[in-house]
């Protein structure tokens, strides 16, 4: 073992190997994972196994079907035999809602490549895996490229490929300490010190404790997880073929043939975590005793689902702990504010996930940014408020307990909130509103008409839709209050403010008292940001965007950074409230102590507002006329109380982001997440509108130039009126034309006030005319669709600029 190198892994499971042999493959051969005992130590050994394409998150989805295909070429590549067993999968549904999310899941996979699917009756699920029961089953989902394989024979091969081209790993050499220095850090292990530029945790059951060695506290904790294993199932023994790999979603299970008996995994509802600060140092090989009582119900539908094992004895339990994220996802990429550590840990599904966590932190760390959109499993999806170890257990345990449990989308989950709320929280919930989280805090969706209001959980349109709907006649007609405390705001000063943000942002700078929607980029030239820049003409700027990338924009603004300049988050300090409406400036000149009427559209200047001074700009994601006032946390409550009675006698009514959503897409907005990814460049977005091409250097200004003067992207942006019945389009859903996939939906809506189901999609380009005609699959359902105009509402712009 050398005393320097230019990368340290920590942790010798699955995901280390991984990242150690995707850093070699592509170029950094001077890396060396150390492991404080054997490889694949700590979850990997006693992990199920098992490979499937299935998971609601698309990118995640893609994630997977990456390391499938990956799982044969490190075998070949190693000669280290990984036991795999390629037997295709089933994913059953054993409700109504859960087969129309199966079959709408379906169509998604068609749109980001999965195309080894196809739907199945309960019969002909049960000719593919013939012990199991078709009792409750309504449909089930086939895909090939699901099976399992042998877990510490796919450490070993990962970590033998790694080293055959030239990277290194250590076992038995324990991390005892970090040290960060001026160039990188000191690995201290009990072998001796390592000099490294960056250092990759992926420590696992230990992540925590070499999370604290940076001073870094991650939102990771494990909790305990069951399977067991039969002894001989005769009519296991006797078919011609393995069983496949099963997930009955209903009954908390997964199964998979185990020699001649069968593996029956459990995700359990009353979960239990484990060695929250980190599992002892000591910990390696060991297990739990088997609690039969805490997963008694889920074991009786496991043996319910498959009779046969009801007559034979079980030969294995394995009781052992996984680590979670609060959301289930990875933790990976480079942690804000600790240069040159990077973090790869929470991979819960690691022989699942970890050829493509891999890759992504391999990219990422060499070229700076990853290939595919990571933004579902970035460390930085998370804020300080995270370290907290009531929200960490609380959210770990809900993901946990609701694995196979069916989500929708417009599931408001409880753990971990409310935590931060606006200061007007109280009174808007004695209006009515019904909160959605964004981050930490708390989010206003809409003002239900009544307290004993629930909405219904539903794929398609809740009967919350009528509400929305009313909420929406109101910004376009008269005017709406929005609590706007759910934007982010930086501000940046400093003498060479001015100069660093022409650098950073691909658009020109707004002149003093004007504001200007601005395109950030990366050095490849794709997006980084779809972010509003604000010259308040005092010195000092800002940067608004949306609230839950604060520390994602922050980290990016950070490693840019440059003297004599100051970048400020102010999400703790301002907040305020959106008028939105042709009514709003009546309202607001009611209130303004200055002339407000000369503030023209994306103008912005300091007014008292009331006993307010605030900070106002002329502008409304609704595309109506609309002022955004931002205040002091101090003084959000009285604000909210002053526009309310100065709009009393115009009918003002407070909305929600809900209603916000669908005003947008009626005027062909694209919103972060959505239209815009981190592997999507402006041609593609239509972005390429904003930028300032014959202004000096900007970074990916290049990359930019190359698409706009060469053959330009394969796909555009289009906006679509949907011929939907019940439900609207979300996101990913194919895009059909002449029976051919020319795209899909990036996101969708209902426009309440065009009467219209809209969605936005990414088309092949000489099929993105206005008057095509295409279908989309809504909930699984094929719907005739046309490729219409941007901008269905007001599209000569004339109502936002008055």
Same mark, same amino acid.
């Given at each position: 073992?050398?005393? %320097? ?74 000669? %280290? ?21 199966? !079959? ?14 196809? =739907? ?59 040290? &960060?220095?001026?160039?990188?850090? %000191? ?14 945790? #992926? ?53 998979? !043939? ?16 484990? *060695? ?10 060991? =297990? ?13 539908? $496991? ?21 979670? @994220? ?22 819960? #599904? ?49 993901? /946990? ?36 989280? @964004? ?24 009967? *919350? ?47 003093? $008292?004007?504001?200007?929607? *601005? ?64 009514? @709003? ?13 000369? =503030? ?45 009675? *100065? ?20 005027? @062909? ?71 051919? &996939? ?12 065009? $009467? ?36 269905? /509402? ?9």
């Amino acid at each position: 073992m050398k005393s %320097q190198y230019r990368v340290v892994v920590i942790g010798g499971g699955v995901v280390g190997a991984s990242v150690l042999y995707h850093l070699a493959k592509f170029g950094w051969t001077d890396v060396v994972m150390l492991e404080r005992r054997r490889l694949a130590s700590g979850s990997s050994w006693h992990a199920a196994g098992g490979i499937h394409a299935l998971n609601a998150d698309p990118n995640m989805a893609a994630l997977q079907a990456y390391t499938i295909d990956l799982l044969s070429e490190i075998e070949k590549e190693s000669g %280290q035999n990984i036991g795999l067993h390629m037997t295709g999968g089933l994913t059953l549904a054993g409700t109504p809602e859960r087969w129309e999310w199966l !079959q709408a899941n379906y169509r998604i996979f068609q749109s980001i490549g999965i195309d080894d699917c196809e =739907l199945l009756t309960p019969q002909e699920a049960q000719r593919r895996c013939p012990i199991m029961s078709t009792d409750g089953v309504l449909g089930a989902m086939w895909a090939d490229r699901e099976g399992y394989i042998d877990t510490t024979g796919t450490v070993q091969a990962y970590a033998t490929a790694a080293r055959k081209r030239g990277a290194e790993y250590y076992e038995d050499t324990k991390v005892e300490r970090l040290v &960060q220095t001026a160039d990188g850090w %000191q690995v201290v292990t009990d072998k001796g010190t390592i000099t490294c530029e960056h250092v990759v945790n #992926a420590a696992g059951l230990w992540a925590k404790q070499v999370g604290r060695m940076a001073g870094v506290e991650l939102p990771v904790s494990p909790l305990k997880h069951h399977y067991l294993i039969t002894d001989t199932v005769p009519e296991v023994a006797a078919a011609d073929f393995e069983m496949p790999m099963t997930v009955d979603l209903e009954g908390f299970t997964y199964m998979r !043939q185990d020699q001649k008996g069968i593996l029956v995994g459990i995700y359990e509802i009353n979960h239990e975590h484990w *060695a929250m600060d980190g599992a002892p140092w000591n910990y390696g090989e060991e =297990l739990f005793q088997e609690q039969l009582d805490r997963i008694e119900n889920e074991l009786m539908l $496991g043996f319910a689902r498959y009779p046969s094992i009801q007559d034979v004895g079980i030969k294995t339990w394995v009781n052992g702990a996984f680590t979670f @994220s609060p959301d289930g996802n990875p933790l990976v990429g480079p942690v804000p504010g600790k240069r040159g550590y990077w973090s790869a840990c929470a991979v819960m #599904a690691g022989f699942l996930q970890g050829g493509g966590v891999g890759k992504t932190l391999a990219e990422w760390m060499i070229h700076g940014e990853p290939e595919a959109d990571a933004m579902s499993m970035d460390v930085a999806r998370y804020g300080d408020y995270a370290q907290n170890k009531r929200y960490i257990r609380e959210t770990t345990g809900q993901f /946990y307990s609701r694995r196979f449990v069916m989500s929708y989308p417009n599931e408001q989950l409880p753990a971990g909130r409310p935590l931060k709320m606006a200061p007007a929280h109280d009174a808007m919930t004695a209006a009515g509103c019904r909160w959605g989280v @964004s981050w930490d805090l708390e989010v206003p969706l809409y003002f239900a008409p009544s307290k004993d209001f629930v909405e219904n959980l539903t794929l398609k349109r809740s009967n *919350a839709h009528p509400i929305v709907a009313e909420e929406c006649r109101v910004i376009r007609e008269g005017v709406g209050l929005l609590d706007i405390t759910g934007f982010s705001r930086f501000e940046v000063s400093g003498p060479n403010a001015e100069a660093w943000l022409d650098k950073l942002f691909a658009t020109k700078l707004p002149a003093p $008292g004007r504001a200007r929607l *601005a395109v950030m980029l990366s050095e490849t030239g794709r997006l980084k940001g779809d972010l509003t820049l604000l010259n308040w003409g005092d010195g000092t700027w800002w940067i608004m965007g949306s609230y839950y990338l604060r520390a994602w924009h922050m980290r990016w603004f950070n490693d840019h950074l440059e003297d004599g300049v100051s970048v400020r988050d102010l999400g703790e300090e301002i907040c305020g409230f959106g008028l939105v409406g042709p009514k @709003s400036r009546v309202v607001i000149e009611k209130l303004a102590e200055q002339d407000i009427s000369g =503030l023209k559209f994306m103008g912005c200047g300091t007014f008292d507002i009331g006993l307010v001074r605030a900070r106002v700009a002329r502008m409304s994601v609704t595309g109506e006329m609309g002022y955004e006032i931002n205040c002091r946390y101090g003084e959000h409550i009285a604000l909210r109380r002053m526009l309310l009675e *100065a709009g009393a006698g115009e009918g003002i009514r407070e909305v929600g982001f809900n209603a916000l959503l669908s005003t947008r897409i009626e005027k @062909s907005f694209g919103i972060w997440s959505a239209e815009f990814t981190q592997d999507r460049t402006p041609g593609m977005t239509a972005m390429d509108r904003w930028i300032a091409w014959d202004k000096g250097d900007f970074i990916g200004r290049d990359a930019a130039i190359a698409e706009r003067d060469g053959n330009g992207p394969a796909r555009v942006q289009v906006t679509l009126e949907v011929d939907a019945a019940d439900a609207d389009a979300s996101g990913y859903e194919p895009v059909w034309a002449d029976g051919k &996939q020319i795209g899909f939906v990036t996101s969708g809506a209902y426009g309440h006030y065009t $009467g219209k189901s809209l969605a936005m999609a990414l088309v092949d380009r000489e099929r993105a005319q206005p008057g095509t005609q295409v279908s989309v699959h809504v909930v699984g359902v094929e719907r005739p669709a046309k490729i219409i105009a941007p901008s269905p /509402y007001d599209p000569e712009g004339k109502a936002m600029r008055g």
